[in-house]
């Protein structure tokens, strides 16, 4: 019995150090919603500001001449996305709140201010 009471309080001393450990090594990681995108001033994303910016001019444009676009602007995409995909899920999502619209020809216009 006492050297199960033994075996115990070691397995106890072994588990509290692993806890310090996992604490130290929380407190270094910081906040962990930082990847979170930062509202654009317009509001919704920085991409979705971008886009509503390159179709303000009321002209259409397939979804390559947008894609193209923000990839020369940069910094609106995840290094490991896909940037038509996430460019047209974006569209898409401008579009169900009235602010673009997909043509027949599968160009992409502005329709509001």
Known sequence: MHEEIAQLKARLEVLED???TLKVWLAEEGPTQADLPIPAMNGGTPLAGFLRHVLADGRPRTLQEIVSAVMVRGGLVRGNAKPGRVVHFALLGLSQHG???????????KTRE
């Open 18 to 20: 692993r806890e310090a």
């Open 99 to 109: 602010d673009v619209e997909r043509r027949k020809d599968r160009t992409w216009v």
